[in-house]
């Protein structure tokens, strides 16, 4: 499983997840993150919100109900066998 390392700009805070997957709708970039390999681990739902050409990508946690609902879709259904509980 891929794992990657968040800085977050006001802190300079280091953060690692894991990789669950990844997708793409509507033109923007999605991961499924975790913060462990274990079974009850949080996850995160990440939009891509850089630029092509950008040196880093930059990411933020989907909020809005309606398109964290149709992402985890897609995601249910790529993992069919992992358990997302909301």
Do not use: H, W
Not at 17 to 22: A, I, K, S, T
Not at 27 to 46: N, Q
Request: aromatic share 6%; proline share 0%; no cysteine.
């Amino acid at each position: 499983m891929e794992k990657i390392t968040f800085i977050q700009e006001e802190t300079g805070e280091e953060t690692e997840f894991f990789v669950l997957e990844e997708t793409r709708l509507n033109g923007t970039d999605y991961i499924l993150v975790s913060d462990s390999e274990k079974e009850d681990a949080e996850a995160l739902i990440l939009k891509d919100l850089s630029s092509d050409g950008d040196q880093e990508a930059v990411y933020e946690i989907v909020e809005d109900d309606q398109e964290l609902e149709g992402v985890l879709g897609i995601f249910e259904q790529l993992l069919e066998d992992v358990d997302i509980t909301r």
